[in-house]
């Protein structure tokens, strides 16, 4: 397997502009996660999915963001408007609920410039 | 939620030299595994560890889960060990991350 894919690798966009996030994970998975990662915060959890259902989406920063999963392959994450307070690297992640075999995997990250 | 505290926070090495890493959580949980982030921000599971001993290479871990703590051994460093680890422990379907040890190799 390839591995969790995202896309962009670098986004470099102008405040108010929307933003879009993608993320492939490994086929099989059942769990899909997006964090974020700052200096000052570390690695927050935004939102994660169990077999394609949003499980618990309280870290969630606001409104302004959503996330969908509309199959087992795919996710988004969507920033609308986008502001500048929004920049830092943003991390898919997915995981296989089977017990014994609950290894996190992360994809490359996308490191989103909002100026 | 749980609380995970990773010590020391930074961690300066010369090649070579050996190293342990710490990682104390607050309650029970499911599952323990430690990651790598090099240089280039990549984010590596190295260990899925609840509990026991295990060994890659020159790494190896060890999770005390009654005492709620896992150890991350790290023998003859070289400078591609460079970078932080996490730890992060699972309760429920979460994972919850420390805030990292960032460790540096000289050659």
């Known amino acids: 397997d390839a591995g969790v894919i995202q896309s962009p690798r670098h986004e470099v966009t102008e405040m108010g502009q929307e933003v879009t996030l993608r993320c492939k994970p490994i086929?099989?998975?059942?769990?899909l996660f997006w964090y974020r990662q700052t200096m000052m915060r570390g690695l927050e959890l935004l939102i994660y999915?169990?077999?394609?259902?949003?499980?618990?989406d309280s870290g969630m920063p606001e409104d302004r963001f959503s996330a969908k999963m509309p199959n087992a392959s795919f996710s988004t994450l969507k920033i609308q408007p986008s502001e500048p307070r929004d920049s830092a690297v943003y991390f898919c992640?997915?995981?296989?609920?089977?017990?014994?075999?609950?290894?996190?995997?992360f994809g490359s990250g996308t490191q989103l410039s909002v100026l | 939620g749980i609380q995970v505290e990773q010590s020391p926070p930074d961690l300066i090495l010369q090649e070579g030299a050996n190293s342990t890493l710490r990682c104390n959580f607050s309650?029970?949980?499911?599952?323990l595994q430690w990651f790598h982030q090099n240089p280039w921000g990549q984010l590596i599971n190295l260990f899925y560890?609840?509990?026991g001993t295990k060994q890659n290479g020159r790494l190896s871990a060890t999770t005390v889960a009654t005492e709620r703590y896992s150890l991350l051994y790290i023998s003859s460093s070289q400078t591609t060990d460079s970078g932080v680890y996490f730890c992060?422990?699972?309760?429920?379907?979460?994972?919850?991350f420390g805030t990292g040890t960032s460790l540096t190799v000289i050659p």
């Open positions: 992640a997915s995981s296989f609920s089977r017990r014994g075999n609950e290894k996190l995997f």
């Open positions: 086929s099989g998975h059942d769990y």
């Open positions: 999915f169990n077999n394609n259902v949003p499980i618990d």
């Open positions: 309650d029970s949980v499911n599952n």
């Open positions: 560890i609840p509990s």
């Open positions: 992060a422990v699972v309760t429920g379907n979460q994972f919850y």
